[in-house]
Each structure stands twice: as structure tokens, then as C-alpha cells.
């Protein structure tokens, strides 16, 4: 089946690009959260209103009053290997889903008509997702490290997903309209959600802290938007570099076979394809 090919083909995919994000991320990313994680004990909180402070003592049926004090803490894996074990773990279903969108569009390229080879597919279409995953979005909401203040997490997803959507339908108008005007089109698709503007909190995001620890985390936070922007990159041009060969050794022959006039009125499986 191709559907079958697809999934082994995604899984061959996240496995080599998963491991090397992992890798790039303890180099990039983990250091630069470990220090700033290291301030986050020095935030200055606000305090909290008074009705949920007394919500933490109450009566239960039994007319004996309870504190239950703070509330469990979210699991969390711990330092060291375990944490390495589960960021690979996600980072590897994380490239198994966008090695799974890259393939899938590569093969609705081919269905389309598309005459590239499969390397240079692969590279325009992982472009295409850095453009729609990454960049639009993060010139609105650029990544934050522990300890600073943001907008309401709804409001950030919610825009997330309208610039993630936007960048999108810019791609689709370029690549499937034939106009010129599919350059207007995808101009003001792009537009679009800074037409409507990102959340954001008006006060200093990192309001809590003072003295070294602002000034610190503040180079912390302009550090790893570079980090986390390189480690994008070097995500995305991965998952071409790799998805393109990928695609050429188990799915295109598949995808020509059955879309090829003999395979369509034959009716023979593309699977059955070596």
C-alpha cells in the first residue's frame, strides 16, 4: 500500500532527522534554558488575589477542614539521561508528523503534475513548512525563555495558528494559481495577521527581575531566539535533505505507477510496485 510507504517512509525520516535535532538542541538550545532557568527563583511575584488563597482551606461532607496548600506540581522528567531519553522521544514524533506533511504535499506535487526531482521538491516543500511553522509566526511571537511574563496562552495559540494558517494559504495561492495575481494573493495572506497584531502583555516581560538577573536573562532571551532560529533551519533543511531521497526510493515509483495511464487501467495495485 502506499499509505504503508508513507508511514515507513515518514518513520526512516524522523528517526535521522529526530536524533540530529536532539544532538543540535543539547549544543543550542539546552544550555541557554539551564541558565536562565537558574534565575527563575529570583522573579519577584505578584501577589495573588485573596479569593483563591482562601479556596485552599475548605470543608469537605465531613465538616473537617482541609489545607491542601499548593497544588501537585506537573510531572517533569528529571536531569539527565531521562530528560535526554524524552526530548528525543518528542523530538522524534515531532519529525515523524512534519516528515508525514512534507511527503504527503511532495506527493500531491506529483499528482499535480510537478516535473522536479525529488531532492529539489523536497527542499522547496521543507522551505515552505520553515516559512509556515517558523518564521511567520516567531516575527510575532518570538520564543521566550523560563521566567518571562507573556500574553494570555490562548490568545498567543490562537494567533499562532491564524500566521501558521496564513503563511499557509500564501504557499498554496503561489504554488496552485496560475494568475499573476496569486502574488497579490499571497502578499495579503501574509499580511494578514499583523494586520491583526500578536498578543502581547504591555509591561516588561521580565518585570520580576532586577538588576543582573534582568540584564542577564534579557541576553539569555535575544540568545536563544538565534538558537532556536538556526536550530529551525537546520530542522527543516534535515527533513528535505532527507525526505528527498526517502520519497524517491519508496514512493515515487509507487505514485507513478498509479498514476500512470497503464496503472489506472490496469487496476494493479501501486504497492505491488517493487
Known sequence: MIFRRLIWAA????LLVGSLQSGLQQLQAVPIILAAEV?????????EPAAPALAATHA??????????DAAEAWAPADGAE????????????AFSMALLVLAVMGLCLWRGARQRSLPLALWTAAAGWLVFHLWPSLGLPAEIPGMDAARLGSRQGWWLLAAGSAALACA???ALRSPLRWVAALAWLALPFVVG?????ADPLAGFTGEAHASLRQLGEAFVWATT?????????LGLVAGPAF???LRPALAHALSPAGTTAGTPAEAAP
Not at 469537605?60 to 496548600?69: C, E, F, S
Not at 500578536?198 to 504591555?202: E, G, T
Open 248 to 250: 524517491e526510493r519508496w
Open 11 to 14: 518513520l526512516a525520516v524522523a
Open 39 to 47: 534565575y527563575e527563583g529570583q522573579k519577584a511575584e505578584a501577589p
Open 230 to 238: 538556526w536550530l529551525s533551519v537546520s530542522f527543516w533543511l534535515g
Open 60 to 69: 469537605h461532607a465531613d465538616g473537617v477542614a482541609h489545607d491542601h496548600g
Open 173 to 175: 495561492s503561489v504554488a
Open 83 to 94: 530528560r535526554l531519553f524524552w526530548t528525543w522521544v518528542a523530538n522524534g514524533l515531532h
Open 198 to 202: 500578536a498578543p502581547h502583555i504591555a
